[in-house]
């Protein structure tokens, strides 16, 4: 047996083995593994922006229905201390009310609840709006007619897409069966039926034909 190898064998021996040794990608491998990669990351950013989405949707979402809350919260304050009533139609309710939150300026103001028809459709909203008014120099009383200098009114989207809103008129009189005072719901009150309301209602219904009214009391202080 032959122990001694040439210069060239050994040379030969020492080389990697084709089969063996580590190759690089072909050009259609790497156009592959690059295509893949870019649909991954077009994926991830896809979900990413999806989440994003839903997460700000219901985050908005959330605030709107805090607001209301607070608006319905307050509308039952306002109605406990309404000293003049300015407008009463079938589509508003304007107010003064000497309602104040806990650190609101007790700045005189002017609520009205507005059924606003939506611009497309046949639907509408129900509006709160609340208009602050500055004091003149010998000060206005909140009794009568609301002061002239109004401030920018602050408006909130208390519910939409309602089927029906109307301000209806709740009469104090006498039924002819049982002779009892009872309060009739007109949606258009005589003239001379106006001394005899003692009570307003918000005529509220969705598409489904769920009623929800909000009952305003006519009190002044």
Same mark, same amino acid.
């Given at each position: 047996?032959?122990?001694?190898?040439?210069?060239?064998?050994?040379?030969?021996?020492? #080389?990697?083995?084709?089969?063996?040794? =580590?190759?690089?990608?072909?050009?259609?491998? %790497?156009?592959?593994?690059?295509?893949?990669?870019?649909?991954?990351?077009? %994926?991830?950013?896809?979900?990413?922006? @999806?989440?994003? *989405?839903?997460?700000?949707?219901?985050?908005?979402?959330?605030?709107?229905?805090? +607001?209301?809350?607070?608006?319905?919260?307050?509308?039952?304050?306002? @109605?406990?201390?309404?000293?003049?009533?300015?407008?009463?139609?079938? +589509? !508003?309710?304007?107010?003064?009310?000497?309602?104040?939150?806990?650190?609101?300026?007790?700045?005189?103001?002017?609520?009205? %609840?507005?059924?606003?028809?939506?611009?497309?459709?046949?639907?509408? +909203?129900?509006?709160?709006?609340?208009? =602050?008014?500055?004091?003149?120099? #010998?000060?206005?009383?909140?009794?009568?007619?609301?002061?002239?200098?109004? *401030?920018?009114? #602050?408006?909130?989207?208390?519910?939409?897409?309602?089927?029906?809103?109307?301000?209806? @008129?709740?009469?104090?009189?006498?039924?002819?069966?049982?002779?009892?005072?009872?309060?009739?719901?007109?949606?258009?009150?005589?003239?001379?039926?106006?001394?005899?309301?003692? #009570?307003? !209602?918000?005529? %509220?219904? +969705?598409?489904?034909?769920?009623? @929800?009214?909000?009952?305003?009391?006519?009190?002044?202080?």
């Amino acid at each position: 047996m032959n122990l001694l190898r040439s210069p060239h064998t050994v040379a030969r021996a020492c #080389q990697p083995h084709p089969l063996r040794g =580590q190759t690089g990608l072909t050009l259609m491998e %790497l156009l592959i593994a690059v295509a893949l990669s870019s649909l991954v990351v077009t %994926l991830v950013s896809g979900v990413t922006s @999806f989440v994003g *989405k839903r997460y700000q949707h219901a985050s908005a979402h959330q605030q709107q229905a805090d +607001d209301r809350a607070h608006i319905l919260r307050r509308l039952q304050h306002e @109605f406990s201390e309404i000293v003049a009533w300015h407008v009463t139609r079938s +589509d !508003r309710l304007v107010y003064s009310s000497s309602y104040t939150a806990p650190g609101e300026k007790r700045d005189p103001y002017t609520t009205t %609840l507005l059924c606003r028809k939506q611009a497309a459709g046949s639907e509408y +909203d129900l509006v709160y709006q609340r208009t =602050q008014h500055t004091v003149s120099a #010998q000060g206005t009383a909140l009794k009568g007619e609301p002061p002239t200098t109004p *401030k920018a009114a #602050q408006e909130i989207s208390v519910v939409t897409g309602l089927h029906r809103c109307a301000v209806e @008129f709740g009469v104090l009189g006498v039924t002819p069966a049982s002779e009892a005072r009872m309060v009739h719901w007109v949606s258009t009150p005589e003239p001379g039926d106006m001394s005899s309301v003692v #009570q307003f !209602r918000m005529a %509220l219904s +969705d598409a489904g034909g769920t009623h @929800f009214p909000i009952i305003v009391p006519k009190g002044e202080k």
